[in-house]
């Protein structure tokens, strides 16, 4: 009995341990990628400037390193964690949790963005609002404490109209 447990414990350890690094299914080094329709990936890496659009697909994990950049137009992702200076810009899409750190940073294009620093699935904050695009409503938990610092949220074209032609009203006022 104890040999088996002994064995068992050995097993256990090289599970956990791997054999090597561990990497994701899919991985881009460069070159442009599109996902879109009934693709489907597990997780995908993304390193030195690669870059992606997604219209649509299934992604459980995107992360992203080193200077690469994301457009999203839809789609559904369970997970993207950006990294390194690399740049997403997220224009539609259903996404569940978004972690930014280091000198990431994200490109939210919406309005009526609200965001909650408490709760959330990771308890970390969440953030709602509506796409530009569509006018869809969307949520998403925040899981990184700072994730939201680092996220730019881009007002509709008719928004920054508005804002310079009341600066330039004003300035002919004075």
Partial sequence: ?????????????????GVGEVRADTEWTSGHHVVSGSDSYFEICMYSNATADIFGGEIYKL???????????????DLLY????????IYNGN??????????SVDL???????????????????EGKYIADDLFFTFDLNHLDTFSHIN????????????????FLRKQN
């Fill in 109 to 127: 294009y919406a309005y009526d963005v609200t965001y909650h620093p408490d709760g959330g699935h990771f308890d970390r904050g969440w953030i």
């Fill in 63 to 77: 992360e992203t390193f080193n200077i690469t950049a994301v457009d999203i137009f839809g789609g559904q992702m």
């Fill in 153 to 168: 949220v881009v007002p509709e074209p008719s928004t920054i109209l508005l804002f310079a032609l009341g600066t330039l």
């Fill in 95 to 104: 996404l569940d949790a978004l972690g930014v750190t280091e000198n990431g």
């Fill in 1 to 17: 009995m104890k040999q088996a447990i002994k064995i068992l414990a050995v097993l256990v350890a090289v599970m956990l341990l």
């Fill in 82 to 89: 950006v990294h390194d200076d690399s740049t997403i810009n």
